[in-house]
T-cell receptor
Framework: GAVVSQHPSRVICKSGTSVKIECRSL??????MFWYRQFPKQSLMLMAT?????????EQGVEKDKFLINHASLTLSTLTVTSAHPEDSSFYIC?????????FGQGTRLTVV | GENVEQHPSTLSVQEGDSAVIKCTYS??????FPWYKQELGKRPQLIID?????GEKKDQRIAVTLNKTAKHFSLHITETQPEDSAVYFC???????????FGGGTRVLVKP
């Protein structure tokens, strides 16, 4: 089956710094990747849709200048949380589309202190 | 946009009993309805899905029903086991592989 790898799985950063999260499709090419955020004991909320070679499409209420998404190749999308604050602490999960199905990465637990 | 409501938010059942989780959606363009099981700190795992051209689908102890007219779908787990304890999410999408709108989740506890 298709494998999506997300890195790092866990990161702690200081308030004001930036953090980059990578999402890789290991055995397929993904023209589309999705980024979700999940706060503790809550549901997954779509942040943005990332398309290879073009600008990401952000959901309403998501700050595109704060959550920078780059999808420079068919196997890699990155999410950079800029100037992170404690309220950005969350579980970030990507999913990558392989033809007619999307597969989740293992998620990144971000803690901003 | 799409809005998915899920009930109940918590569900406690005795081992061996059945568990039912219900979801409603708002967008008539939605045609794909997956169900995910998520354990603490892990990625959601797809357990079953259904497309709008099908009214019911079953996989061993798990079944899903869809009423497209009423815009609701349900997950049924029979003969529950302690390892079924987890958080379950329903979701809706216009097609498999497209962006998902998730329900709020149901925390299921199966008591031995």
């Amino acid at each position: 089956g298709a494998v999506v790898s997300q890195h790092p799985s866990r990161v702690i950063c200081k308030s004001g710094t930036s953090v980059k999260i990578e999402c890789r499709s290991l055995d397929f090419q993904a023209t589309t990747m999705f980024w979700y955020r999940q706060f503790p004991k809550q549901s997954l909320m779509l942040m943005a849709t990332s398309n290879e070679g073009s600008k990401a499409t952000y959901e309403q209420g998501v700050e595109k200048d704060k959550f920078l998404i780059n999808h420079a190749s068919l196997t890699l999308s990155t999410l950079t949380v800029t100037s992170a604050h404690p309220e950005d602490s969350s579980f970030y999960i990507c999913s990558a589309r392989d033809q007619a199905f999307a597969f989740f990465g293992q998620g990144t637990r971000l803690t901003v202190v | 946009g799409e809005n998915v409501e899920q009930h109940p938010s918590t569900l406690s059942v005795q081992e061996g009993d059945s568990a039912v989780i219900k979801c409603t959606y708002s967008d008539s363009a939605s045609n794909y309805f997956p169900w995910y099981k998520q354990e603490l700190g892990k990625r959601p795992q797809l357990i079953i899905d259904i497309r709008s051209n099908v009214g019911e689908k079953k996989d061993q102890r798990i079944a899903v029903t869809l009423n497209k007219t009423a815009k609701h779908f349900s997950l049924h787990i029979t003969e529950t086991q302690p390892e079924d304890s987890a958080v379950y999410f329903c979701a809706a999408s216009t097609a498999a592989g497209n962006k998902l709108t998730f329900g709020g989740g149901t925390r299921v506890l199966v008591k031995p």
